[in-house]
Nanobody, 118 residues
Protein backbone atom coordinates (compact mmCIF):
# COMPACT_ATOMS: atom_id res chain seq x y z
CA UNK A 1 0.00 0.00 0.00
CA UNK A 2 1.50 3.28 -1.14
CA UNK A 3 1.33 6.44 0.99
CA UNK A 4 1.70 9.93 -0.52
CA UNK A 5 2.87 13.22 1.00
CA UNK A 6 2.75 16.54 -0.89
CA UNK A 7 5.03 19.46 -0.16
CA UNK A 8 6.18 22.74 -1.69
CA UNK A 9 3.04 24.85 -1.47
CA UNK A 10 3.00 28.40 -0.23
CA UNK A 11 2.22 32.03 -0.98
CA UNK A 12 3.51 33.49 -4.24
CA UNK A 13 2.90 36.63 -6.31
CA UNK A 14 1.35 36.45 -9.79
CA UNK A 15 4.00 35.52 -12.31
CA UNK A 16 6.01 33.62 -9.73
CA UNK A 17 6.90 29.94 -9.57
CA UNK A 18 6.54 27.02 -7.19
CA UNK A 19 7.64 23.41 -7.36
CA UNK A 20 5.40 20.84 -5.70
CA UNK A 21 6.68 17.41 -4.78
CA UNK A 22 4.78 14.18 -4.14
CA UNK A 23 6.80 11.67 -2.15
CA UNK A 24 5.73 8.03 -2.02
CA UNK A 25 6.49 5.38 0.56
CA UNK A 26 5.42 1.80 1.11
CA UNK A 27 5.66 0.83 -2.57
CA UNK A 28 7.63 1.37 -5.77
CA UNK A 29 6.19 4.59 -7.17
CA UNK A 30 7.30 3.82 -10.73
CA UNK A 31 4.58 1.15 -10.87
CA UNK A 32 1.84 3.81 -10.58
CA UNK A 33 0.26 6.38 -12.85
CA UNK A 34 0.21 9.68 -10.95
CA UNK A 35 -2.00 12.74 -11.20
CA UNK A 36 -1.88 16.21 -9.69
CA UNK A 37 -5.35 17.52 -8.85
CA UNK A 38 -6.44 20.85 -7.44
CA UNK A 39 -9.57 22.07 -5.72
CA UNK A 40 -10.48 25.68 -5.11
CA UNK A 41 -13.40 26.83 -2.92
CA UNK A 42 -16.65 26.75 -4.87
CA UNK A 43 -15.09 24.95 -7.84
CA UNK A 44 -15.00 21.41 -9.15
CA UNK A 45 -11.93 19.29 -8.62
CA UNK A 46 -9.63 19.59 -11.63
CA UNK A 47 -7.02 17.19 -12.93
CA UNK A 48 -4.10 19.51 -13.59
CA UNK A 49 -1.50 17.09 -14.92
CA UNK A 50 -0.79 13.37 -15.08
CA UNK A 51 2.13 11.11 -15.82
CA UNK A 52 2.11 7.39 -16.56
CA UNK A 53 4.54 4.65 -15.64
CA UNK A 54 6.11 5.20 -19.07
CA UNK A 55 6.32 8.99 -18.57
CA UNK A 56 3.52 9.90 -20.95
CA UNK A 57 2.10 13.25 -19.78
CA UNK A 58 -1.15 15.18 -20.09
CA UNK A 59 -2.11 18.69 -18.98
CA UNK A 60 -5.27 20.64 -18.44
CA UNK A 61 -5.73 23.41 -21.00
CA UNK A 62 -5.61 25.97 -18.20
CA UNK A 63 -2.01 25.10 -17.33
CA UNK A 64 -0.48 24.06 -20.66
CA UNK A 65 2.80 25.83 -21.29
CA UNK A 66 3.10 26.86 -17.64
CA UNK A 67 3.19 23.61 -15.63
CA UNK A 68 5.45 20.57 -16.07
CA UNK A 69 4.98 17.19 -14.40
CA UNK A 70 7.95 14.87 -13.99
CA UNK A 71 9.01 11.84 -12.01
CA UNK A 72 12.23 10.68 -10.42
CA UNK A 73 11.97 6.94 -9.90
CA UNK A 74 15.21 6.77 -7.92
CA UNK A 75 13.78 9.22 -5.36
CA UNK A 76 10.22 7.81 -5.53
CA UNK A 77 8.81 11.28 -6.26
CA UNK A 78 6.59 13.05 -8.76
CA UNK A 79 7.00 16.82 -9.07
CA UNK A 80 4.88 19.61 -10.52
CA UNK A 81 6.82 22.66 -11.66
CA UNK A 82 4.45 25.64 -11.79
CA UNK A 83 5.59 28.77 -13.63
CA UNK A 84 3.87 32.07 -14.41
CA UNK A 85 1.35 31.48 -11.65
CA UNK A 86 -2.00 33.25 -11.80
CA UNK A 87 -4.52 34.07 -9.05
CA UNK A 88 -6.87 31.44 -10.50
CA UNK A 89 -4.23 28.80 -9.73
CA UNK A 90 -4.98 29.27 -6.03
CA UNK A 91 -6.15 25.92 -4.66
CA UNK A 92 -5.25 22.94 -2.55
CA UNK A 93 -3.15 20.64 -4.71
CA UNK A 94 -3.34 16.88 -4.27
CA UNK A 95 -1.22 14.03 -5.55
CA UNK A 96 -3.04 10.82 -6.48
CA UNK A 97 -1.81 7.41 -7.61
CA UNK A 98 -3.31 4.57 -9.63
CA UNK A 99 -2.08 1.10 -10.49
CA UNK A 100 -2.28 -0.08 -14.08
CA UNK A 101 -4.56 -2.97 -13.11
CA UNK A 102 -7.08 -0.76 -11.29
CA UNK A 103 -6.97 2.39 -13.42
CA UNK A 104 -8.42 4.34 -10.49
CA UNK A 105 -6.80 7.17 -8.52
CA UNK A 106 -7.58 5.52 -5.19
CA UNK A 107 -4.62 6.72 -3.13
CA UNK A 108 -4.39 10.41 -2.20
CA UNK A 109 -2.08 12.65 -0.25
CA UNK A 110 -3.19 15.21 2.33
CA UNK A 111 -2.81 18.18 -0.01
CA UNK A 112 -0.70 21.32 -0.03
CA UNK A 113 -2.03 24.88 -0.24
CA UNK A 114 -0.98 27.14 -3.12
CA UNK A 115 -2.00 30.79 -2.84
CA UNK A 116 -1.30 33.29 -5.62
CA UNK A 117 -1.91 36.86 -4.54
CA UNK A 118 -3.68 39.39 -6.71
Amino acid sequence: QVQLVESGGGLVQPGGSLRLSCAASGSIFSFYDVGWYRRAPGKQRELVASITTLRSTKYADSVKGRFTISRDNAKNTVDLQMNNLKPEDTAVYYCAAATLRSGVYDTWGQGTQVTVSS
